[in-house]
C-alpha cells in the first residue's frame, strides 16, 4: 500500500464564468522515501492538485470527486479537526512565497516552538529546543542569536530555509513543495535543494515536488507526472521520462529548453498557448497545438496507456508507438549531438 | 613587475575594432539613503551600480548575467538614460550621451529602445494595442495616419500577432502575447540597439522559446544590437555573444559566450554554473555543485577589496580583502576580476579551494 494514493482526483471550482475544470481526472501514487516531480506550465492543475489533497481550497464553490487515500485514510471525505492535525504533523507542505506560511509579526523561534506544540505532547523548553535544531539543520548560520529575530529580519534564501524548518519540525512522513525554489537565485536553488536532499536521506519522508524547471525534476524526482491542461498526460520513472518520452506535449517542453549541455540554434517551439480551462478543447487538450494532429485526436481523449517495453509509464497519445519511439529518438539525438559539438 | 591600474587593463583587454554601437565606461549609480523628513540628510548610499565598463558592438548580443540585486536593471535604466548616473561615460553611437538634455535626448531615444519583464506592466491597460504601438511612431512624428496604421499592422505581423487584433486591448492577450506587443512597441521606431531587461523571465519554457526565437529572427532581419539582461544562464548562453557576469554592481568576468561557459576564470561564474541544474536525470545528478556560503551581501556596505571574497571558495586572506582585484585580461578580450582564476574548468572540489597561480596584470 502506497504512502499516498490519489484517485481520479476532480477539483471543480464554480466561477462567474463558469466551471473551472482546474483538475480533472489525476491518478497517482507515491511511497515513502520517494520523491514525486510534478511538471507542466503555468495554469496546468499542479497547485491546485496539491491543495485539494491537503484540503485548502475554499470549500463554497468547490466541487471535489474522487480519493486521496494517504496511509489508507481518505483525506478528502475527513472530518476539519482529523485534516487539521494531519497537516502539519504526518503532511506538511512549503509553497513559492515562505510569507504565505510565516507570520509576519511573530517571532521566527515562536512559530517554530508553536508548531511543535500543537502536535507533540512535549515541553515549550523541548519544543524551543527542537526549533533550534531544525534552524541549524537547514543552514541558519548563527541560529542562536536568530532565533527571536522576526522574518522580515530574514533575506528570502534564509525565510525560504526556516519554511523549510517549519515543514521538517515534525519529521512529516510526507512534504508537498510547490514551485520551493522557483523565486530563487541558483546559488540559492542549490543550496535548498540540496538540504532537501540531505533531509529525505535522514528521514526518509517522501516528497512531492511541483515546479516547471525540467533540470529540477530530472535531478530530484525518482517519479514523474507531466500534466497538460487539468491532466495528467504522461507519468513514469524519471529515467523513462527523459530518456524515452512518449507525449508531444513532453517533447515540446524538452525541446523547447535552452540548455547548458547542448547548442541549439533555434529552440522547438510549441505554437500557440494553453487552452482555458473553462473550455477546454475537444478530444486531446494538446490538439490545437501539436504537430502530429491527427483527425481522431479532435475527436477522443486518448487514455493513458502502458508504454510498451517500459515499466510504470504511461503516456495519453494516440500517436502509434512506432512514431512515437521514432520521434523521441529523433529529438534526442539532436540534442545529443549537440552536447558533443557544444 | 609593474601592476597596471584598472584603467589601464581594461584598455588593453578591449582593442576597440570601431563599430562599438555602446560604450560604457567606468558608470556608477549610488542611491542615496536619507534620514530626517524635511532636512533630509544622506547617511549613506545604496552602490547599485559601481563602476561598470563594457562594450556592444553593432549587431551583437551581450548577454548579462547575475543574481537578483547585482545592478542589472540599474545599469540598463542608466544607459537609457532614464535614471541619471552617478558618474562615468556613456557613448552610444560615438556621441558622449551622458550629460545630454532632453531636448538632445529625443531624437537619440528612437534608436534605444527597452524591453521589459513584466510586458503587463509596460503596456497602458486604457489603450489599445494599436495605439500602444502607434504612440512611439507619434512621438517621433513619423508618418501620416494611415502609414502609422500600416506600418503598426505591419509590425504585429513581424512579431507575429494577428494584425486584426489592433483594437484589442492588452488585457485580452497572454503573457507570451503581450511580450509581442513589447517587442513590436520597440521596434516601431528603427532603432539600432534594444535593452531587453528580463524579457523572458516571467514566461512559461514554451513561451519563452517563442520569444528567443523571435528575438533572434528580428536580429537577423533588421540588423538589431542587444543587451540581454536575464539571471538564467541557459537563456543567456543561448542568445548572445559575449556575456557579462555582474556581482554587486560590478563587473566580475566578461568573455565570449563559449569561453565564458566552457571555461570560466571567475570562481563566482563557476559557482554559477555548477548551481544550474541539468534536465538529464544521469548527467544532472553527477553534477557537483560548488556550494556558496550565506547570501549575496548589501550593496549598502559592500565587502572590502574583491566583492566576492566572503563568499569565496579560494579566497586567501590578506590579499583578497585587502587588495581589489582588476579586471586581469585572460587573453581574447576574456576579462575576470580575480587574483586567484580558475585554471581549467570543470574543477574538482579540492582544486575549486587550491588555488594555483596568481592573475598577472600586464
Ligand atoms: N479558486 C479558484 N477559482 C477559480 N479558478 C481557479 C482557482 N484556483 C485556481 N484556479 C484555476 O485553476 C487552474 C489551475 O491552477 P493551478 O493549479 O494554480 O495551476 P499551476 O499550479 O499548474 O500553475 C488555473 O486555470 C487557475 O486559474
Ligand atoms: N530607486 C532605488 N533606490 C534605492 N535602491 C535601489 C533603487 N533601485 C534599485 N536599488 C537597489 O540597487 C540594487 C540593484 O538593483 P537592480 O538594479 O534592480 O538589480 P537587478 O536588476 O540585478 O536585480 C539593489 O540592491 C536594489 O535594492
Ligand atoms: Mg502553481
Ligand atoms: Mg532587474
Redo the contacts with the bound molecule.
Sequence with gaps: MALLDVRDLKTY?K?DDGI?K?VDGVTFSIEKGRTLGIV?E????????CLTIMGL??KRNTITTGEALFKEQDLLGMGMRRLRQIRGNDIAMIFQDPMTSLNPVHKIGNQLTEAVLLHQDVTKKQARARALELLKAVGIPRAERRVDDYPHQFSGGMRQRVMIAMALINDPDLLIADEPTTALDVTTQAQILNLMNKLQEEFGSAIII?THDLGVVAETADDVLV?YA?EVVEQGPVNQIFSRPHMPYTWGLLGSLPRLDAETERLVQITGQPPS?LRPPSGCRFHPRCPYVMDVCKQTDPPLKPVTGDIDHYAACHLDEETKDREATKLLAGMVAEARTG | MAVSTDAQATEQARPRTGNELLIVEDLKKHFPVTRGIIFQKEIASVKAVDGVSFSVREGETLGVVGESGCGKSTMARCVMRLLEPTGGQIIFDGRDITKLSRAAMRPIRREMMMIFQDPYASLNPRKRVGFIVAEALEVHKMGTDAETKRRVQELLEVVGLNPEHYNRFPHEFSGGQRQRIGVARALAVNPKLIVCDEPVSALDVSVQAQILNLLKDLQRDFGLTYVFIAHDLNVVRHISDRVMVMYLGQVSELADRVTLYREPKHPYTGALLSAVPIPDPVKGRERKPVVLEGDVPSPLNPPSACRFHPRCPRFREGHCDVEEPPLYPMGDGHLAKCHYPLEHWPLTEEEFRQPGRQAVAT
Design positions: 471550482f466561477t473551472v482546474a507542466g503555468s495554469g496546468s492543475g499542479k497547485s491546485v492538485t481550497n475554499a511541483i500534466m487539468a480551462l
